[in-house]
């Protein structure tokens, strides 16, 4: 039976510190036995109960879970709520001075709302929606730069039941355009401008141009708010300022009051083939989803300042950013500019400037800012800092430990979270304060999440061996469809090799002998050498920890009698060697693999460059490399690519 091979060793402990420890929300290995055991015993019970506890409902539930018409479940669904009440008037009776965000523009300037400042806006934007029409279900997209203002947005989609879709600011017109036309959405909310990076990059020219494409017809309005003051066409037809909207709009706006499975927001992922997927969540499962990762996961307290660097455009800045937070009545920083400027210190600045005490960010940043100034943490106070989280990709333990030692100054936990877009929260992420850690491992499934590793046929693979991840049972924050598409949900997501049951994540992973996770990359991705069957992470893993290394990544190209050789693109931290400087490196860094993690895993070509090909969440583009490894013409889609002009360097870099 096909399973695939681990082959990275690592075998650091890290175990929580007393002071973590004794202060944290989970913090002995029974509290959270004891939950892990109450879900097993009593799924519903459980979930039943953790959602009555955590959310606000207007009207309560009586059935926990509605599974007769699977994979599309139902969960609280005769319940009645609205999320923007649970995460705004809620926090009004004992937090309503309290500064719910923080805003640092990329200049620097600063700008804080308290969560009465918040609630007012929200109201007000709520207000000025339904005095365009805008009614419950209507489709809004979203095209802003990261703002108080997009948060306001979103609350205000929540607040009148509409249904959200962020499309992220570095998308083109031909993206957003698609998304328009695919949840034919009746107004588009955007800005003028963006600022990043010290530049201004246009946004509304950008929904203009989307609109003109046609068949966007849905759209009646273009609300706009004003970042920057940069002269944009205006169409008086369709267009409308932001602050004449809300101008004389009251301060309170009655919240919609929906029900549980009505839908909160649909947001786009492109996946690695075919047309970007509409991935549709709920209103209860998901805000229960985001609000008990907040509190196990992240061990967030009222005290906290909270920093998730992820864009409102990506899943992480929906349940992180714009939910999670506000639900749990915490204090958060919104940054609208990037890692690297005005220098590459910019994130250790934020956090020492507002006394951050939780910092959730990507391996991507991690790594380049490794790249870019592996001294530059020592220079800022970082001793706020209580929490480290990981998001997005498997870290490498080479940046695990770089992050530990000197952002977390060897205090703080790093919680390495595994979920995704269609999960809607965390779902295998170390409780901080009770799980020993081991760099590179996302551990353990949170309560109540089934998570499970088989071979191809969905029976249970043994602790040391490499499978397909899947999750066994329903949980609430799960998609519920795939909007206009439901059977493609069924398809991708309940395959009938599995026998439909388990929710298939496309992710390869494995337990080691202790039973923690180790994701090993996108199942697409696996590579066949010699019969043996191999996740990515592990060999990218073993080049990364190489000294003269920054970033790698390897794909497969077929070879007649292995069936696989490994290709690997490597990104020095110096600069990118040429001529024999590159072959001598490259001979290097052959050994090393063989060393490292054997022969078998040992690159038959090893190609420098500047930079990986990501999209812009920062996730690197096998598909793109394979084609380069093997010499075929790059047929794929390109638009999401961050940085399309490496495609050529790695094309000619051959040592
Ligand atoms: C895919 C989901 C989760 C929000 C941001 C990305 C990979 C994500 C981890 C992690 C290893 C990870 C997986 C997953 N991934 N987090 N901690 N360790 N891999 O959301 O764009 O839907 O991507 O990202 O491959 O399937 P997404």
């Known amino acids: 039976m096909a399973t695939i091979e681990s082959i990275l060793h690592e075998t650091r402990l890290f175990v929580p510190n007393n002071t973590f420890v004794s202060q944290a929300n989970l913090s002995s290995i029974e509290d959270y036995h004891s939950l892990c055991k109450e879900a097993e015993e009593d799924y519903l019970g459980f979930w039943g109960g953790l959602a009555r506890e955590y959310i606000q409902w207007h009207k309560p539930f009586t059935q926990v879970l509605d599974e007769s018409n699977h994979p599309f479940f139902k969960w ?62 209507d489709r809004l997209i979203i095209y802003m730069p990261m703002s108080i203002e997009v948060v306001v947005a979103m609350q205000a989609c929540a607040r009148i039941g509409a249904i959200h879709s962020v499309v992220f600011g570095g998308f083109s017109a031909k993206s957003l355009h698609d998304r328009i036309v695919d949840t034919a959405a009746v107004a588009v909310i955007t800005a003028d401008e963006q600022m990043r990076g010290g530049k201004g990059i246009l946004l509304k020219p950008l929904v203009d141009k989307a609109l003109d494409i046609g068949g966007a017809g849905s759209v009646r309005s273009v609300i706009i708010y004003r970042r920057t003051g940069t002269d944009i066409q205006w169409f008086n037809s369709r267009d409308i300022w932001w602050h004449e909207l809300i101008s004389d709009k009251p301060v309170y706006c009655e919240p919609e009051w929906v029900n549980a499975e009505h839908p909160l927001f649909i947001l786009y992922t492109s996946g690695s083939t075919g047309k970007p997927k509409g991935i549709q969540h709920s209103s209860a499962g998901y805000l229960l989803g985001a609000m008990v990762s907040m509190k196990w996961i992240f061990d967030h307290k009222l005290a906290d300042i909270f920093w998730c660097t992820a864009d409102v455009g990506w899943i992480t800045g929906h349940s992180y950013v714009a939910y999670g937070p506000l639900a749990m009545g915490a204090t958060q920083i919104v940054f609208e500019g990037v890692p690297t400027y ?24 991690i790594r380049s800012l490794i790249k870019l100034g592996p001294e530059l943490p020592k220079k800022y106070d970082l001793s706020s800092l209580r929490l480290l989280g990981s998001v997005g990709e498997p870290i490498n333990p080479e940046a695990w430990i770089w992050y530990y030692k000197v952002v977390g100054q060897s205090r703080c936990p790093i919680v390495d979270t595994w979920w995704q877009t269609e999960t809607g929260c965390h779902m295998i992420a170390p409780v901080p304060g009770v799980v020993p850690l081991k760099p590179g491992s996302c551990t353990f499934p949170l309560p109540g999440i089934m998570a499970d590793i088989v071979d191809e046929t969905g029976h249970e693979i043994e602790n040391g061996k490499g499978g397909f991840l899947v999750i066994k049972r329903p949980f609430p924050s799960l998609a519920r469809t795939i909007w206009g598409d439901p059977e493609r949900f069924k398809n991708t997501y309940f395959p009938n090799d599995l026998g439909g049951k388990y929710y298939l994540a496309g992710d390869s992973a494995n337990r080691d002998l202790d039973g923690y996770f180790w994701i090993m990359g996108r199942v697409d991705d696996v590579l066949n050498i010699s019969g043996h069957r191999l996740g990515t992470m ?68 090893i190609r420098f460059g500047n930079n990986l090909p990501k999209t812009r969440s920062g996730k ?36």
């Open 538 to 605: 592990e060999i990218e893993s073993a080049l990364v920890a190489n000294p003269l290394v920054a970033e790698a990544a390897v794909v497969g190209r077929p070879h007649e009698i292995k069936g696989e050789v490994v290709i690997a693109f490597v990104v020095l931290k110096g600069l990118c060697p040429q001529g024999d400087d590159a072959k001598r490196i490259a001979t290097e860094l052959r050994n090393w693999v063989s060393k490292e993690i054997g022969p078998i895993a040992k690159p038959e070509e």
């Open 76 to 137: 609280f669904d005769d319940g009645e709520l609205n999320v923007s009440f649970n995460c705004l008037d809620r926090n009004l009776e004992a937090n309503s001075d309290k500064v719910a965000i923080i805003f640092e523009a990329d200049d620097g300037n600063v700008t804080k709302v308290t969560y009465r400042d918040l609630h007012i806006q929200v109201c007000q934007f709520a207000n000025g929606l339904r005095s365009l029409n805008i009614k419950k279900s």
């Open 342 to 365: 005005p220098d590459a210190g910019r994130f250790w600045k934020i956090i020492q400037d507002h006394k951050v005490t939780i910092f959730y960010t990507a391996p991507t940043a």
């Open 620 to 655: 690197i583009m096998r598909r793109l490399l394979r084609a380069i490894g093997r010499g075929e013409q790059i047929t794929q889609d390109v638009s999401t690519l961050e940085n399309p002009e490496i495609l050529e360097q790695l094309k000619q870099s051959i040592t």
